[in-house]
């Protein structure tokens, strides 16, 4: 079985300049999560899909950050404009259901580093 | 609230020595656990998780936790620390958010070094 597929893997950015990230779940996944993760801190969840709908995007700075997922399959993230602060590795996750014991599988990341 | 803390960022054993990585909880329900593990440059692979039922709970390469409810805890434990065990580990509690969905609460990791 495919796992989470992420890209890119690495991006530099310089600040004020927009990035996109892409991520790919594993098939018959109907929950969909973007985690940022801040070096030496855990994951932080950003948003939270079912099927192509929002279920949680309350952790998601909207002034500068989008996200969707077409089709309830793939899905994207974006950044504009960069901040420094958003120096991060960003997470994609995916799980069959969504409930209390159901475990999340995770891509490897996009490690952004916005100079 | 949910909330999850490991005690020490940094934990260093010898090869072949216990393993013990902390982790409390506070939940105010019944928690569901988990143990996550993440290799340098990799996502989290699931090394273990309480949902219900026996409070010790065996996981992947040789890992294992104790649920205590009385101590708020569910600390990682392996008897001999192997060199392949280098990593950063996670503990996570699963909670209802306020969107009415289910969701894991991270905490800041524990990062294992193995000393030869």
């Known amino acids: 079985e495919a796992g989470v597929a992420q890209s890119p893997r690495y991006k530099i950015i310089e600040k004020r300049q927009s990035v996109a990230f892409w991520c790919n779940p594993i098939?018959?996944?109907?929950?969909l999560y973007w985690y940022q993760q801040i070096l030496g801190q855990g994951p932080k969840l950003l948003i939270q899909?079912?099927?192509?709908?929002?279920?949680?995007d309350s952790q998601l700075p909207k002034d500068r950050f989008s996200a969707e997922r077409l089709k309830g399959v793939d899905s994207t993230l974006k950044i504009q404009p960069a901040k420094l602060e958003d120096s991060a590795v960003y997470l994609c996750?995916?799980?069959?259901?969504?409930?209390?014991?159901?475990?999340?599988?995770f891509g490897q990341g996009t490690r952004l580093t916005v100079v | 609230a949910q909330s999850v803390t490991q005690l020490g960022s940094h934990v260093s054993v010898s090869e072949g020595a216990l393993v013990l990585l902390r982790c409390n909880y506070s939940?105010?329900?019944?928690?569901?656990l988990f143990w996550y593990v993440q290799y340098p440059n990799q996502g989290l692979q699931l090394l273990l998780k309480?949902?219900?039922?026996?409070?010790l709970v065996k996981g992947i390469n040789g890992f294992e936790a104790e649920f205590k409810k009385s101590e708020t805890s569910f600390h990682l434990t392996k008897p001999s620390a192997h060199m392949s065990d280098a990593a950063e580990y996670f503990c996570?509690?699963?909670?209802?958010?306020?969107?009415?969905?289910?969701?894991?609460?991270f905490g800041k990791g524990t990062k294992l070094s193995v000393i030869p």
């Open positions: 996750a995916s799980s069959p259901g969504q409930g209390m014991n159901t475990e999340a599988f």
């Open positions: 098939s018959g996944h109907a929950t």
């Open positions: 899909f079912q099927n192509n709908g929002v279920v949680d």
């Open positions: 939940s105010s329900v019944p928690p569901y």
């Open positions: 309480y949902t219900t039922g026996a409070t």
């Open positions: 996570a509690v699963s909670f209802l958010s306020g969107a009415g969905s289910y969701q894991l609460t």
